[in-house]
Structures are given as C-alpha cells and as structure tokens.
C-alpha cells in the first residue's frame, strides 16, 4: 500500500512516499480503508524532534487520526462493523497510509448526516474544544477571549462559545484569519501580531472573564493579565512552542482558575467525541477544513502549518 514515512527526525522534507506492508488486523481489530487523515500541530512537532505525547523511532509511519470505511475485522469483532463510515486514532501512528489496523474499540461511526472529511475534521479538535467548553462553562454575557481563533480548535470555541451567549473575542494572526473568526460569530476580532491587541480588547470589552489559550508562551501570559479577578484560563495549545506557564501565585492573589480541562479518561473522550459528531451533524456546529492536500504531499502539509499559513483544519485526501 502506498504510505507516507517519517525517515528522520528534520524538517518537512523527511515525510517521504513509499511502499509499506498491508497491515491485517489482529483480534479484537478492524482494517480500516483510509479516505483522510488528520494532521495536528503535535505531529509537526515529532517530525521535528521527536517531542510530544507520541513515541517511535523512524523510519515510522506517522498519523494518529483517519477517517474511512472498516474493510476487514479480526477474530471476536462484530461483523456488523464491515462497510461502515468510521473515525478513530490510530494510537500515535500508521495514520499516513491507505489503510490502517485499530482496535475496533476505539472506532466511531460517522453520523449519516454528516460528511467523512467533517468528522475526520472534528476527530481530534472537537473533543478537545468541547473539553475546554466544559472546563470553562461560559456563561450568557461573559466575555471570552479565544486564542488562535481561526485554527482547528479555536475555530470550534468560538462557536461553542458564542452559542452559549458568550462575548466573544477572537485573537487571531494575519487578515486572513482575522476575517474567518469574525465570519465564525466573534463580537470582537484582534490581530495578535499587532502590539497593541490587548488595548483593543480593554477598551472594547474591558477585562475578560475566561480565557482559552491556544498560543502559549508571552501571547497566553499576556492574555492572562486581560482576565478580571475570578476569571478562567483554559490552556488547549502552543502555537507559540511553549505553554504560558502562568505562576501559580499570580493566580491565586487573583482568584483566576487555571485548568487544561477535565481529567480525561477513555470513556470522557468517548463521551466529547461522540458529542462533537452530533453537534455536527444537527447543523450546530461547523469544522473548518482550510486546505487539503493528497497524500503524497505530507511534508507540504507539514510546512504550511509550521509557516502559519493554514487555518481550520488541514486535511490529508488519501483514497
């Protein structure tokens, strides 16, 4: 089957199109025919570096979300589960390929009404914004200032937010991106890249009452310093390379609660994702897939997200 392989450990040039061995699921599997894959910034950071929450040595097929239909099963699998539209992580790798061996535990079926590139889209950023919502819990009329508003999560809090009743403010870089948050639903859309952003929440909106940080680094921190005594700061990202690292004691003097969400266990994730799919397919909620590319063109898809010149979700076709 063709696949993508991650060679060594560099820059985008190291994601490199081959041959790999058709996998065959083993018990308790399901052989899944990949018609997307899902890339995420975390991944651009192991093939970097080999930093972040995955693990492997190249060469090494790397992806960890695909969305496509269950072609085989192996022994003690549901049968029922062949011919189905299927989502699911592929637990850190093998993602970048025709097709891939999953546990069939860990398999979502895609809603009729929704289509398999939007669920593959939600796959990941879904669960997460609506962890980050439920962390938060804006309330009707606060004000709640989203960080990288127009990328795959981002873009989803600002909707979930706003449906809530949120103020919402939406940080984002570059006209582009600016434009897109504001078609999203933001009351109020900055361009973080220009020096006087946080002037032009205060005189907007005064302080914030929650913050979701999807940026990191003197970005997050100086967001944090918008929040009003008693406020919220839900960490999802770091765009920036580097978390806010908000002192503890700076938040404590000033009543603000710092969380990266609500402990996460597999039936939570089960339970967000499956609740990001519906919300999807009833129409309230809308990934954004920016840009797509085929599959042999991984590492492109890896420079443009490491260029910042993506927004929403970026998408790998491969069938």
């Given amino acids: 089957m063709r696949a993508v392989w991650l060679t060594r450990f560099g820059g985008p040039e190291v994601l490199v199109e081959g041959e790999a061995p058709d996998p065959a699921p083993a018990a308790g599997q399901a052989l899944v025919e990949v018609v997307f894959a899902n890339i995420t910034f975390v991944e651009t950071q192991f093939r970097a570096s080999g930093r972040g929450p995955f693990t492997g040595t190249p060469p090494v097929v790397p992806g960890n979300g695909v969305g496509g239909v269950v072609s085989a099963l192996g022994p003690d699998v549901d049968p029922d589960w062949v011919g189905r539209r299927v989502v699911t992580a592929t637990g850190g790798s093998g993602g970048y390929a025709q097709r891939v061996a999953v546990p069939a535990e860990g398999l979502f079926v895609v809603p009729e009404e929704l289509a398999l590139d939007a669920a593959v889209a939600l796959l990941a950023d879904g669960r997460t914004a609506a962890m980050m919502v439920d962390a938060a819990r804006p309330r009707p009329g606060e004000r709640v200032l989203v960080e990288a508003a127009a990328g795959g999560v981002g873009s989803l809090l600002v909707q979930l937010a706003a449906t809530a009743g949120a103020r919402v403010v939406a940080a984002a870089g570059g006209e582009r991106k600016v434009a897109l948050a504001r078609e999203l639903g933001a009351e109020l859309v900055v361009d973080y890249r220009q020096p006087d952003w946080p002037e032009r929440v205060r005189a907007a909106v005064g302080g914030v009452d929650v913050v979701f940080d999807g940026v990191g680094g003197e970005t997050g921190r100086v967001a944090f310093g918008l929040l009003d005594r008693g406020g919220r700061f839900v960490g999802f990202g770091l765009a920036s390379g580097s978390w806010a690292d908000v002192p503890a004691e700076a938040a404590a003097e000033r009543g603000i609660t710092v969380t990266s969400g609500p402990p996460v ?28 590319f085929p599959l042999a063109r991984a590492a492109d898809a890896h420079a443009a997200i490491e260029a910042r010149a993506t927004v929403g979700k970026t998408l790998l076709e491969v069938a």
Avoid at 275 to 289: F, N, Q
């Fill in 265 to 292: 266990d597999p039936a939570a994730v089960r339970r967000y994702t499956e609740h990001a799919l519906a919300e999807a397919a009833a129409g309230r909620l809308r990934p954004v897939i920016g840009q797509r």
